[in-house]
């Protein structure tokens, strides 16, 4: 019941900032400040650093929206929220854009009234398990404590996997990934479920990483991405082309460190020349300059380099690109056509 109260209670939240607030896209050019929500704190996907400054591969994505719009990945204001807090924030305006490993679902697109701009992340849920407990497989989790972030679709895909098996489990209600690291270090739960890749940042956040293991079983599809609110169609295709110029620059070759002379004069390359600004007009279309992708890019990479940075294997995250390689590469990365 108190779901689907907090449920309805943010669908009329989003239709009344849906109504009020069509005009994102000049608010944030008029306040000069990108408000991007993100999480309490994920290593890898978005933190602050030791001297304040919040890095990350979720926070590339806000950074480069930032570049786009304001020509300054600097100009932001980083709200952090959790698996409770992050809808309402976006609903009443609180953040323009958010972008916190969020999973793309009917409900959250259709009854909430969010629109998801694209997919920065193809993941799944799995499970983290303490190697002295002896457990290989999830299916050996019968009767277990779970840590559970409480306001996310884990709740719900534990629930449906549990009962899938047969089996039973207690849940331990979390509110913030921080709070969940205390409560499975101190032994509160047997397991601690989330996102895959969380579990792997939150792994290596441990003093003694080889002391956990992250179960083979991913029990769900969760594909992750920055969202906006429904009724703003420009300032969600600010959005969305953003994310899609990260990942097209990768496919084309354009990195952080080429993308500067290749900006000068066209290549051979028409669509690397419309992305970069030096033939038509897409940046006029969303109502930037020329040199939004530019700037984008600029700001902190390709989606190759965000991914490598922050969250490659060269990391102590060490994802490999898997599902989140390029087309071209076996991967179901890729970006519609600029043109």
Known sequence: MKKSVFLGALTVAGLTAGAAAAATLDDVKARGTLNCGVTTGLVGFAAPDENGRWEGFDVGVCRAVAAAVLGDQDAIEFVPTTGK???TALASGEIDMLARNTTWTFSRDVDLKFEFTGI?????QGFMVPKALGVTSAKELNGATVCIQTGTTTELNLADFFRKNNMDYEPVPIETNAEGQQQYLAG????YTTDASGLASTRAAFENPGDHVILPEVVSKEPLGPLVRHGDNEWGDVVRWTLNALIAAEEYGVTSA??????????????????LGTEGNLGEMLGLDK?????????GGNYGELFEKHIGENT??????GLNAQWTDGGLLYSPPFR
Request: proline residues 7%.
């Open 85 to 87: 807090t992050r809808f």
């Open 120 to 124: 920065n992340y193809y993941d799944g």
């Open 188 to 191: 509160a739960c047997d397991a």
């Open 258 to 275: 080429n993308v500067g002379d290749m900006s000068n004069s066209p290549t051979d390359s028409p669509e690397v020349n419309r992305l």
């Open 291 to 299: 040199e939004w992708a530019k700037r984008a890019i600029m700001a």
């Open 316 to 321: 102590p995250i060490g994802l490999s690109r």
